[in-house]
C-alpha cells in the first residue's frame, strides 16, 4: 500500500506522462484545418476570447471553440476577427451561448476595453513576465470568470514555457506566445506556481473522487490537489484529468477499468 507522498508521487507521474497524455488526447480539432488557421496564424486575435466566452455550461468544447469561425464567416463576412472589427457589432447578432445567454455585449465590450486598455489583445499577453498579472487582466475583462481565466493563462503559460512537453501539434495561444517570447528573449515566465488547475465540472469530479469524496472537490480542495502534485505549475495537470473526466470519470458509471488513474483512485473501488 503506498503511502501518501508516494500517491502524490504516482499521481504525478501518471498526469505528466507523456505517452498517457498522447493516449488520452484524441482531439477533434487537431485535423481542423480551418480551425488551425484561425487560432495560430495570428490574424484573428480576438478568436481566444471569444472562444473562451462560449466555452461554459451545456456547450461541448468543440461547439464553443468553433464559433468564432461562424462569427469571422457570418457576422463579419471573412474579415478578421480584431478587437477593431468586433467592437462595433451589433451585440444582438452574436449567436447565443447555453441557454440562449446573450454573449454579445461582453464580446463587443470587451473588445473596446482591450483596445482602451492595453491597444491590442497581443498587448495584454505580452504585457507582463507574470503569469499571474496576466491571468489578472483576462478575469477583468466581462464573462471571463476564474475558471476561464485559469484555462487562458494555463494555455498561454504552457506554450511559452511546455511546449516541447505538450502533446497537442497546436494552441489557441501560440502567436501570443511567440509574442511574448520575441518581446522577452532573455525571460522566463513566473508565477506559474499561482496558476491553478481551472475549476471546470470535469476536473472538480475526477479530483473529488481521487481524493474519496461522494461530491465534486471544492475550489480549495482543487487548488490544494494541484499544488501537492504539480506544485511548479499546478494548471500543468489540467488537461489529463479534463480528459480522463470526459472519457472515463462519467457522471453516471464511471469506467474505472479503463482509467490510468484506478491505483490511486480513492473512489474507484466504491464506483467500478
Ligand atoms: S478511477 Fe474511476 S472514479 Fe477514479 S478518476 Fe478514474 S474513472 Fe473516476
Request: net charge positive; with cysteine; hydrophobic share 35%.
Amino acid at each position: 500500500m503506498e503511502n501518501k507522498s508516494q500517491r502524490w508521487a504516482t499521481l504525478r507521474r501518471i498526469l505528466t506522462d507523456k505517452k498517457i497524455r498522447r493516449k488520452l488526447d484524441q482531439s477533434p480539432f487537431e485535423e481542423w484545418e480551418e480551425l488551425r488557421k484561425l487560432y495560430t496564424e495570428g490574424r484573428d486575435p480576438m478568436a481566444p476570447i471569444i472562444g473562451a466566452i462560449y466555452d461554459e455550461g451545456q456547450f461541448r468544447a468543440e461547439i464553443a471553440w468553433s464559433i468564432p469561425l461562424i462569427i469571422k464567416y457570418t457576422i463579419l463576412r471573412g474579415k478578421p476577427l480584431t478587437p477593431q472589427n468586433v467592437k462595433s457589432v451589433d451585440p444582438r447578432k452574436f449567436p447565443p451561448g447555453p441557454r440562449g445567454k446573450n454573449m454579445g455585449k461582453a464580446i463587443v465590450h470587451n473588445a473596446r476595453e482591450i483596445l482602451d486598455r492595453w491597444g491590442s489583445v497581443e498587448n495584454l499577453f505580452t504585457s507582463s513576465t507574470s503569469a499571474f498579472e496576466i491571468y489578472e487582466n483576462l478575469l477583468s475583462l466581462e464573462q471571463i470568470g476564474k475558471k476561464k481565466a485559469l484555462m487562458l493563462t494555463k494555455d498561454f503559460a504552457i506554450a511559452v514555457e511546455y511546449r516541447k512537453m505538450r502533446t497537442e501539434k497546436w494552441c489557441w495561444l501560440d502567436p501570443f506566445a511567440d509574442q511574448w517570447k520575441r518581446k522577452y528573449p532573455k525571460e522566463k515566465l513566473r508565477e506559474l506556481e499561482k496558476i491553478s488547475i481551472p475549476p471546470d465540472v470535469h476536473c472538480i469530479r475526477v479530483v473529488g473522487r481521487i481524493i474519496g469524496k461522494e461530491k465534486e472537490a471544492t475550489e480549495k480542495e482543487l487548488k490544494e490537489f494541484g499544488r501537492r502534485v504539480y506544485p511548479e505549475f499546478p494548471a500543468w495537470i489540467d488537461t489529463p484529468l479534463w480528459l480522463i473526466g470526459r472519457n472515463y470519470c462519467h457522471q453516471e458509471k464511471p469506467e474505472c477499468g479503463k482509467c490510468y488513474l484506478k491505483r490511486v483512485c480513492n473512489m474507484a473501488k466504491n464506483v467500478s
